[in-house]
Nanobody, 114 residues
Framework: VQLQASGGGLVQPGGSLRLSCLAS????????MGWYRQAPGKQHELVAL???????NYADSMKGRFTISRDNAKNTVYLQMNSLKVEDTAVYFC?????????WGKGTLVTVSS
């Protein structure tokens, strides 16, 4: 499985960005996709997950600001990020997992700065 993330960039505090991640290759119908991030000098952390059935899970600090969604027909997962804060600056990584294992995409950098 290959993952291609896009949508990162520079945004001012309070702004919004939408990340996308396209999965290709041996995709199975039952899977879970999501986003993790790693900020400078910090550990890798969960952002949000969504199953192929639409069940979602968010890190507490992202609830209410970030929304994860997916289009199963397009094998694409999205992360809508609103009310961005300087501390949201990080490399965001897309993840795909099914019964065969987990896969990671190359990260996309999100920089929140005035």
């Amino acid at each position: 499985v290959q993952l291609q993330a896009s949508g990162g960039g520079l945004v001012q505090p309070g702004g919004s960005l939408r990340l996308s991640c396209l999965a290709s290759g041996s995709i199975v119908s039952v899977n879970r996709m999501g986003w993790y991030r790693q900020a400078p000098g910090k550990q890798h952390e969960l952002v949000a997950l969504i199953t192929s059935g639409g069940n979602t899970n968010y890190a507490d600090s992202m609830k209410g600001r970030f929304t994860i969604s997916r289009d199963n027909a397009k094998n694409t997962v999205y992360l809508q990020m609103n009310s961005l804060k300087v501390e949201d600056t990080a490399v965001y990584f897309c993840n795909y997992r099914d019964v065969s294992g987990g896969y990671w995409g190359k990260g996309t950098l999100v920089t929140v700065s005035s």
